[in-house]
């Protein structure tokens, strides 16, 4: 036989080892199954969410102020780092202040003076993330939008946004008022 055929044989015996799988078992690949995100506990975000207001003791009638009011650093507020950094810096910034370039308002009761009725839940829903997203109506002010997120068994808001729109949000360059 020549060193050609040979070779040839050689190629046709490797190829049909190839396609056979030298004899074993044909496998089936079959897409991952990612782990599923866990249900979040909506009831349990939506309650925590409204622990941002409280009614200002011994008002009749009452008077609701934001969590930042009660403790010192919002330390008694369910806010990520970020959140308290960025609401820190904005009052730094004299974003409540009468004065340009502030609003004259504070940013989570949209007021001077707090609220003058309770702040009431008006949705709260699961995102694909696992966050939940719960709107708070402020009375006259435009709605109030928390986005909470569960980290170390507690949620704590990741986001707050005022209004709607590309300002909304506590993190935009200029809020909304």
Known sequence: MRPTAKLIQILVALT???????????TTRTASNPTPTPTPDVASAR???????????????EVWLPCSARAENMSDCPFSSAVKDRLNALSAAGFGSDAP????????????NGLFTE?????????????????????MSPNLTVTM???????????????????ASIFSAKPNC
């Open 16 to 26: 049909a080892l190839a396609i056979v799988g030298c004899g074993s078992p044909a």
């Open 149 to 167: 997120t569960q980290g170390s068994g507690s949620w704590l808001a990741s986001d707050l946004a005022s209004g709607s729109g590309p300002s």
């Open 101 to 112: 370039p502030g609003c004259g308002e504070e940013y989570i009761t949209a007021t001077q």
């Open 47 to 61: 309650a925590v969410a409204l622990t941002i207001f409280f009614a200002l003791p011994g008002q009749t009638p």
């Open 119 to 139: 702040p009431q839940v008006l949705s709260a829903a699961a995102d694909a993330n696992g966050r939940v997203v719960v709107v708070i109506s402020r009375d």
